[in-house]
């Protein structure tokens, strides 16, 4: 039996579309912060919108507590203060349709539902960083050697170099000596810090010294650790902390001792389906919550500030 053979596409290229079984997904940003802010306890459904938070201000230390025998004990003024905190809505939301997902040959709704909570953590880790930027202490870096720090919430200048040991010292005696903040975790502040300012840290003579004996394996391990101490975290979330200043030179960042952003949610942000339209030709979903971010001490009153701004005008 003989055969006749022909070419069922007559014209044009050869293609195979064949679709790989497994889906790829872009990279997400690093964010660090939410694990450093917890919720105000006592706050949430049907409470309002606000939170108002009740501070205990420092009596002052006198000069000489002595007494005469005949004395009257001096008296102290005993101050409070309040911050409030206004929760608001925030989400985002995907729509989708049902001819879409009969002909995709992978379920929409899965990847939709996993980058909808990337979108929602880097949301929420740029309110976070936004809240610690309010910080009335402004360090910036004028040279490899010297700084300038304001308390009014604006920079006074221009970084013109990249963090090192000495801007860290600095940061840290600051911190403790001037502010009288208390540490996050032990005798440890925290930094957190846009992937720039930590590799000019890295890079100093100063810090790899101070490793080569106590964790040899940090410039191995491309992290910075802790140096003076302050725990030092990288991100690279550029909504969060850029790089600034002159030739931008300097990854923005913050360190902030305990207690120092607080959280008023009213209701903690999650992924909600909504009800198929059009007899199921359109589904969509959204992350959604109620919540909002601030500083607990929005001072720089030694024993109130915990957080310090490290950036550029």
């Known amino acids: 039996m003989q055969f006749t053979w022909s070419l069922d596409a007559p014209t044009g290229t050869y293609k195979n579309n064949a679709i790989s079984n497994k889906l790829r997904f872009a990279a997400v940003e690093k964010s660090v912060l939410n694990e450093f802010v917890k919720s105000e306890p006592g706050f949430g ?5 606000s ?5 205990v201000r420092n009596l002052t230390e006198p000069g000489d507590a002595s007494l005469g025998e005949t004395e009257f004990i001096p008296e102290d003024t005993f101050a409070m203060s309040t911050t409030s905190i206004t929760a608001k809505e925030v989400g985002r939301a995907v729509t989708w349709t049902g001819w879409a997902n009969i002909l995709n040959k992978f379920d929409l709704e899965d990847p ?20 610690y930027k309010t910080a009335k202490i402004k360090y910036a870096i004028t040279g490899p050697a010297s700084n300038n720090i ?18 860290v010292e600095e940061i840290s005696d600051y911190m403790f000596d001037t502010l009288q903040a208390p540490a996050y975790e ?24 101070w490793h080569k004996y106590t964790d040899p394996q940090a410039k191995f391990n491309n992290e910075a650790g802790r140096y ?14 850029g790089k600034v200043g002159t030739a931008s030179v300097l990854g923005e960042g913050v360190v902030f001792g305990a207690d120092g952003v607080i959280m008023a949610e009213v209701l903690t942000p999650e992924l909600r389906m909504a009800i198929p ?3 199921g030709r359109f589904q ?8 909002n971010y601030g500083l607990t001490w929005d001072t720089a009153n030694a024993g109130e500030a915990r957080v310090m701004h490290i950036g550029s005008t």
Not at 51 to 55: E, G, H, L, P, S
Not at 186 to 209: K, S
Not at 228 to 241: D, E, Q, S, V, Y
């Open 45 to 49: 459904k049907k409470m309002g919108e």
């Open 51 to 55: 939170i108002t938070v009740t501070r």
């Open 112 to 131: 939709i539902q996993q980058k909808l909570r990337d979108q929602m953590a880097l949301v929420m880790d740029t309110m976070i960083a936004t809240a």
């Open 150 to 167: 304001t308390t009014n919430g604006t920079f006074g200048a221009a970084s013109t170099d990249n963090l090192n040991a000495y801007h």
């Open 186 to 209: 032990g005798e440890d502040y925290v930094g957190v810090f846009r992937t720039l300012a930590l590799r000019g840290l890295m890079r100093d003579p100063d810090w790899e010294e």
């Open 228 to 241: 003076a101490a302050i725990r030092f975290l990288k991100t690279n979330h550029n909504k969060a902390f």
């Open 277 to 279: 339209k059009n007899f």
């Open 284 to 291: 969509s979903v959204a992350w959604y919550g109620g919540l």
